[in-house]
């Protein structure tokens, strides 16, 4: 477990006078799934590819399996790249099966994986189908097989939800999680943070080509502060003015129950502070809580309060 | 070595499945056999041409009947002699010839040939073809024949005289007789005559020679008079047609016009001869004189310098793999932009990165097209002396002489190394361009210029055998994108040591630097979205690590 499968020292990549990855470092050990978050042009893509080596980083080292170069290992790593797309001409089976012999299978080993995987991931029918007769989502599907086919030890995929449904979502996060459970490596980017709370062990953040988390699931949780959500038809103003809480803040919409207006606010807590003081406070002065809620952070809520400003920026650049 | 094998079979099998493939693999077979047989087939298919005479002068009737029965007569002949050669027991071996020892053929039709051959016995002939006599000349042949040889059967006549059609004066005016045959010649109305079922066949042509044609003969002198006497104005006497009218709507069969014309005037001749106090047999005589030309070839050993059939093969065989090798060329880069541009355009170039180098990729491609090219040069070399063999009867060695001659004349070697280095390095320029566009749109655009490049090869083909070491091949042979072309269009005619070596060096080194620098711009096309860059910009590529 605790070897490093993947491991990034000060990678920058410019293109010209612009830095889509600033020196970004980080070690993936073996067994891990890790989510790769970012808002859009954050630097995830071409990180990936430089781990590919399919475009080559300005500054830093990579090292993949302990190699500097993922050619070397090929048959150990699995690539499913943002832009999806597929031969048409060729069926489904065969495509898989080609890209599994690329990385060092036997043939017919590759073609009896096809079929076995096709099956197992519900695409038995689509097996012989030209890959222009699939629909995007299947035609996605097929491709996350083409490249786990070869059963690779790491595996890397740049954002493998979109544009599937809820239900092959779902499947999506099966493949991610059988891959878990036979000691795979996982990377993958996605912009769903329900995803990447369901399945990852840890979460990378990037955000302007920079690094700005690399933690587990409840670390990342705790970097911001713990809140509690309260909701009343009474004004709430006084909390502000707990020694428990340090700030509040409107949050949501204004939510009406029959004729009464209810105002909801997030009580951000502070070091000492504990929910049941903000209940307390309520109760000594009557004020009647329509809603309570204590729960921790939202990855949601973790990604927009750390980038939140970085994502508006480059939407805009 | 694993991973361009994979890539070279997935291209091959791709493309293999593609129409364009097919249609170049089954054309070139198609044109060859299509050009050997239809004639044949046309030939056969032809219906006998019916026609009608009308002489008012009464003067030529008889001439041309006996011009018409000479060429039957000879096509009597051909047909026996085909008939004879085709059962014949003891049949000449086709391997017993030495096309280096037939002279090469003149371009009259063997027909005329023999109706030349035999001028001279033209009643005998007619005897010996008649009923009787050729049921004599059959039994004569058939010891000679094999046993199962089937029945001789007469050709059907090209041409045949009909009656005019009943109710049609011939002493008409030309113009009134013309208009009365009209609808015939336009095949509203059938005539009578011939074997078909109902007796009513479709006339082909009229013949109508006026009662005053004598006077209507022209010579140069004449003409010259006329034209003075006309004041240059010359049109009224073409809309008069004072003379024998030929009508036919078949502009494009001019045989039987030719015939009458020739008969006609050499009665005219004959008359004239006469007229003037000559002999016409002795003029006739005269004019059947022939000077004996040899073509003779100075590189040539002494006693074999005669041109013969082999020479003119070797001479124009070139001409036949400059047109492989363009088709050959042509038709793969439709494949390589299509099947680089599907991988650009949908980034399937990332997977294929991932799990092979640029140079694994690109050597790939180019094996597999190669294997694409020799499957191609296969089936048509292949069909080709299929075709050959076919055409010259089951036992014919015909193709392995074809073989035979072009091996004597060191052609093969050249033409495999040619085509070799012409296929590589332009499927290289093709990959190049592919790997930096786009979009199929953007690639034709590049395409354009390259097109233009490759029409001169075809341009010159035809030209270049003619002065094989003048200044217009000798430079282009220089030129490494047209050295394979032009060195093979060159290759029967004994080039200069320094253009041979010369240019394969230059051929060679000029490859092998495409080859190197295609490798650099793949390796940052292929992964290049936007625009194709600029031709700076591909300097820079080049010289960039
Ligand atoms: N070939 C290129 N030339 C110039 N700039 C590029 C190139 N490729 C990427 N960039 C820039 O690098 C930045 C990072 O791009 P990247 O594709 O890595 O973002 P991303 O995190 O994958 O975003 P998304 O979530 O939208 O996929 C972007 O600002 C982009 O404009
Ligand atoms: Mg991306």
Redesign the interface.
């Known amino acids: 477990m605790s070897d490093s499968v993947l491991e990034l020292q000060n990678v920058c990549k410019t293109y010209g006078d612009f830095t889509a990855v600033d020196d970004v470092s980080f070690t993936i050990p073996a067994g891990m799934v890790y989510g790769f978050l970012g808002p859009n042009g954050a630097g995830k893509t071409t990180t990936i590819?430089m781990i590919?080596?399919?475009?080559k980083p300005t500054k830093g080292s990579i090292s993949v399996f302990g190699k500097p170069s993922?050619?070397a290992v090929?048959e150990r790593?699995g690539?499913?790249?943002?832009?999806?797309?597929?031969?048409?001409?060729?069926r489904a089976w065969s495509i898989i099966a080609?890209?599994a012999?690329?990385?060092?299978m036997d043939r017919k080993a590759a073609k009896r994986r096809a079929y076995e995987l096709l099956e197992r991931y519900g695409l038995k029918d689509f097996a012989d189908a030209k890959t222009e007769a699939l629909s995007k989502g299947m035609g996605q599907k097929v491709?996350v097989l083409?490249?786990i086919a070869h059963d690779p030890e790491l595996i890397i995929l740049d954002e493998p939800f979109s544009g599937l449904d809820p239900v092959n979502q779902e499947v999506m996060e099966e493949v991610i999680r059988d891959l878990k459970e036979r000691g795979r490596t996982v990377l993958f980017s996605t912009h769903v943070m329900s995803h990447a709370e369901r399945i990852c062990d840890r979460i990378l953040l990037i955000a302007g080509g920079k690094k700005v988390l690399d933690d587990t699931i409840d670390g990342a949780r705790k970097t911001i502060p713990r809140r509690v959500r309260v909701a009343s038809a009474d004004p709430l103003d006084f909390l502000a003015e707990l020694d428990a809480v340090v700030g509040l803040v409107p949050a949501e919409t204004i939510v009406a129950i029959g004729s009464e207006k209810l105002l909801t606010f997030d009580a951000q807590l502070s070091d000492k502070g504990e929910p049941i003081d903000v209940v307390k406070a309520c109760l000594e002065r009557g004020v009647h809580l329509e809603r309570f809620d204590y729960s921790p952070p939202s990855l949601h809520e973790v990604f927009v309060e750390l980038v939140g400003d970085k994502a508006k920026e480059a939407s805009f650049r | 070595m694993r991973p361009i094998l994979l890539i070279a079979l997935r291209e091959f099998a791709e493309n293999a499945k593609t129409k364009g493939f097919w249609i170049g693999l089954f054309l070139f077979p198609i044109i060859i056999f299509a050009s050997i047989f239809v004639q044949e087939l046309l030939e056969e298919s032809t219906p006998t041409r019916n026609y009608v005479v009308v002489d008012q002068s009464g003067l030529f009737e008889e001439v041309i009947e006996d011009s018409m029965a000479s060429m039957r007569r000879a096509e009597l002949l051909r047909a026996i002699g085909e008939y004879q050669s085709e059962y014949a027991k003891d049949k000449p071996k086709l391997s017993d010839i030495d096309l280096e020892k037939v002279a090469a053929p003149d371009l009259m039709g063997e027909t005329e040939a023999i109706e030349q051959a035999t001028k001279s016995f033209g009643d005998e002939l007619e005897l010996l073809l008649g009923e009787q006599g050729l049921d004599a000349v059959l039994a004569q042949m058939k010891p000679l024949l094999v046993e199962d040889a089937p029945a001789f059967e007469r050709p059907r006549p090209r041409f045949r005289r009909v009656a005019l059609p009943e109710g049609i004066d011939a002493s008409l005016p030309l113009t009134e007789l013309a208009e009365e045959l009209r609808p015939y010649l336009r095949g509203d109305r059938k005539v009578a005559g011939g074997e078909a079922v109902d007796g009513q066949v479709e006339l082909f042509a009229a013949v109508l020679i006026p009662a005053d044609i004598e006077q209507e003969l022209e010579s140069p002198g004449d003409a010259m008079a006329a034209m003075m006497a006309a004041g240059g104005q010359a049109e009224g006497a073409a809309t008069e047609r004072r003379g024998i009218q030929y009508w036919a709507t078949n502009l494009a069969d001019e045989d039987l016009k030719g015939r009458i014309d020739r008969a006609v005037t050499s009665e005219v001749h004959r008359k004239e001869y006469l007229a003037r106090g000559m002999d016409a047999e002795q003029v006739a005589d005269v004019r059947d004189i022939k000077v004996p030309l040899f073509s003779l070839n100075p590189n040539k050993s002494v006693g074999e310098e005669e041109v013969s059939m082999a020479d003119k093969i070797r001479q124009w065989a070139p001409v036949g793999f400059v047109y492989l090798l363009w088709i050959a060329i042509f038709s793969i880069s439709q494949m390589l932009l299509n099947n680089t541009i599907e991988e650009k355009s949908n980034r399937i170039i990332e997977v294929l990165l991932s799990s092979v180098t640029a140079g694994e990729l690109m050597m790939g491609k180019l094996v597999g097209i190669a294997c694409v090219g020799l499957v191609m040069i296969t089936v048509w070399m292949g069909s080709l002396l299929t075709i050959l063999k076919l055409s010259a009867g089951p036992e014919a060695e015909f193709p392995n002489m074809l073989l035979d001659v072009l091996q004597s004349g060191g052609l093969i070697p050249a033409f495999i190394i040619y085509f070799f280095l012409g296929y590589l390095l332009y499927s290289g320029l093709f990959l190049a361009i592919g790997s930096v566009c786009n979009t199929l749109k953007e690639a034709q655009n590049l395409m354009g210029p390259v097109m233009l490049i490759m029409m001169v090869p075809i341009i010159t083909m035809m030209f270049i055998p003619k002065d094989p070491n003048g200044t217009l091949a000798r430079i282009l042979s220089w030129i490494p994108l047209y050295t394979p072309f032009t060195m093979m269009n060159r290759a029967s005619a004994d080039p200069p040591m320094v253009d041979v070596v010369g240019t394969l060096i230059l051929l060679v080194a000029f490859t092998a630097f495409t080859l190197w620098a295609v490798g650099r711009i793949f390796r940052r096309g292929i992964l290049r979205t936007g625009q194709p860059p600029k031709i700076r910009e591909l300097f820079t590529w080049l010289r960039a690590e």
């Open positions: 590819r590919l080596e399919i475009i993922a050619l090929r790593i690539y499913l790249p943002e832009e999806k797309g597929l031969y048409k001409k060729m080609y890209f012999t690329l990385k060092g491709q083409a490249s």
